[in-house]
């Protein structure tokens, strides 16, 4: 029931596996190993959008990611830092629970 999933999720930090092309943009953030807790990937994904340079320096939460592997993942252009759904349906699509 949802109070075990939330006590579990709570009680210990998630390890999850990324599917190939997410592991590869995170490695490419500076990521050892193929399995992670959520903050983790969250972590080198923003590393991932500074180092590449997809932010725009002026408007600095918008994340121009077409032409890039993450706008691949994404299925998207851009996005706004400020609305975060179509970040976590791609990590829906690209992230495993990994086996503790
Ligand atoms: C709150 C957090 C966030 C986290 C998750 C979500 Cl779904 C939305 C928003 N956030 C707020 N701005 C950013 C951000 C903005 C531009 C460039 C890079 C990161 C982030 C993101 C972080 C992060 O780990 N953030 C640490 C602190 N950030 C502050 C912004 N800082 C930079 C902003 C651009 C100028 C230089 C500083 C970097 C450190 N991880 C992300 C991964 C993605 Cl796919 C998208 C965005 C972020």
């Known amino acids: 029931a949802a109070e075990n999933t939330c006590r579990i999720t709570l009680g210990q930090a998630h390890q999850v596996r ?3 092309p997410l592991l590869r943009i995170l490695q490419a953030a500076g990521a050892q190993g193929d399995t992670f807790t ?11 959008i500074m180092v590449r340079q997809l932010y ?28 975060p759904s179509p ?3 791609m990590l829906k699509r690209n992230l495993t629970a990994a086996a503790l």
């Open 38 to 48: 959520l903050k983790e990937v969250m972590h080198y994904l923003g590393q991932y």
């Open 56 to 83: 725009d320096k002026r408007q600095q939460h918008m994340v121009y990611c077409g032409g890039d592997e993450l706008g691949e993942l994404l299925g998207l252009e851009s996005f706004s830092v400020k609305d």
């Open 87 to 89: 970040l976590y349906d």
């Open 18 to 20: 990324p599917r190939l």
